[in-house]
């Protein structure tokens, strides 16, 4: 494992200095959930990449974690006092030409030079970590919001006058379409905890997988993470343990400034 993060990241590469830089925001992000005793728990790619590298898969460029709805909320609000200046919010609310239905935590000490429409457009464009907010919910609804926000997403990559569509409809969708859902949703839920409507994603898993949460060891700290990290890990990638056979390296030199 070692040997991977020498030829991927070594020391002072720009990828290893993005995830030190990511590492940090996400620091800061657990400091604040600890201090008011907020959950949440690595997941994805991060979670993965503590269970099998004890830090992060050497070539990846996210952080990802995801905290029940009622302490995501929670955060929310206490973020905007409490994050650090060179850190803010980037969600729906704080950025309109976001679609998505979960928040970053931008820095703002960095900057990502990204190509695609969508992103390019956005206020602000540092170095981030994806914060999910995960809940009990339908999976017929889930599947269904999903391919509407699918379509959005599709538009928001394309010119001006098809990101305008975009913003219509995710609007429709959140404020109309989800508010719905979610009063139906205690009638037709089957207990599996999965992402928020709005999304593309649609892992699931039980409640004692995830609950209670306990810690991992990342980069040398301790994080929080799920009950059943090999369960939950299965259910996202099946032989989680195995390094792929091709392996794509994401940041390219130049596309990221970090000062």
């Known amino acids: 494992m070692k040997d991977l993060r020498e030829k991927y990241n070594p020391d ?3 990828l290893r200095n993005a995830q030190l830089r990511m590492l940090e925001i996400l620091c800061e992000f657990d400091s604040i959930c600890r201090k008011h005793e907020l959950r949440y728990w690595l997941s994805d790619g991060t979670l993965l990449g ?3 590298h004890k830090g992060f898969i050497p070539w990846d460029d ?3 974690v995801m905290m029940p709805v009622s302490d995501y909320k929670k955060f929310l609000k206490i973020a905007r006092k409490e994050l650090p200046e060179h850190l803010c919010l980037q969600n729906r609310k704080t950025e309109k030409n976001f679609i998505n239905n979960f928040t970053k935590i931008r820095d703002r000490k960095s900057f990502v030079h990204e190509q695609q429409h969508m992103t390019g457009r956005y206020a602000e464009r540092g170095l981030f970590i994806d914060i999910f907010p995960m809940r009990k919910t339908c999976s017929y609804f889930n599947q269904q919001a999903g ?3 699918y379509r959005c997403y599709i538009l928001s990559m394309q010119d001006e006058r098809h990101h305008r569509k975009s913003l219509l409809v995710s609007w429709m969708l959140f404020n109309i379409l989800i508010p719905l859902l979610n009063m139906l949703t205690p009638f037709f839920r089957d207990g599996k905890v999965r992402h928020s409507y709005g999304g593309c994603f649609y892992e699931e898993w039980d409640e004692e997988t ?3 949460l306990t810690t991992i060891q990342f980069e040398e ?6 009950r059943d990290c090999d369960t939950y890990l299965k259910a996202q990638y099946n032989n989680y343990m195995e390094i792929p056979k091709n392996i794509e390296h994401h940041i390219k030199e130049g596309q990221i400034e970090i000062w």
């Open 62 to 64: 996210d952080v990802d």
């Open 147 to 149: 391919k509407i926000h």
């Open 50 to 52: 503590a269970v099998r």
């Open 221 to 226: 700290k301790e994080f929080l993470c799920p």
């Open 12 to 14: 002072g590469s720009l």
């Open 210 to 212: 995830i609950f209670p």
